[in-house]
């Protein structure tokens, strides 16, 4: 496996939740730091959280409280658990893996996953 795999995605009503996975390469995974990105029609590409190798998460301020990322380094998953979703969290959401982190913010990685689709409705 050399290329991330993400999943759970799809259609929710406003107040709902979803739980993506991104599965990555097993050899690779506990040594490289993890990320979820977002980007919606017409928008920049933008950093939703970050998870670092030592389990140190990051949030965006317009996911915080609803959203939580985190990893499991036995199945070289990685997740990202979404409450209380919103009409703008609607996106394609990527992971990627083996960026770093300079001054407390992480820069994406070379590796990216193909993207799944979350759509919210009012």
């Known amino acids: 496996q050399v290329i991330l795999v993400e999943s759970g995605g799809g259609l929710v009503q406003a107040g709902g939740s979803l739980r993506l996975s991104c599965a990555a390469p097993k050899n690779t995974f506990s040594r490289n730091n993890m990320g979820w990105y977002r980007q919606a029609p017409g928008q920049q590409r933008e950093l939703v959280a970050s998870?670092?190798?030592?389990?140190?998460?990051k949030l965006a301020d317009s996911v915080k409280g609803r959203f939580t990322i985190s990893r499991d380094n036995a199945k070289s998953t990685l997740y990202l658990q979404m409450n209380s979703l919103k009409p703008e969290d609607t996106a394609v959401y990527t992971c990627?893996?083996?960026?770093?982190?300079?001054?407390?913010?992480?820069?994406?990685?070379?590796?990216w996953g193909r993207g799944t689709q979350v759509t919210v409705s009012s």
């Open positions: 990627n893996t083996g960026g770093a982190y300079i001054s407390g913010r992480y820069y994406f990685g070379p590796t």
């Open positions: 998870i670092s190798t030592g389990g140190v998460t």
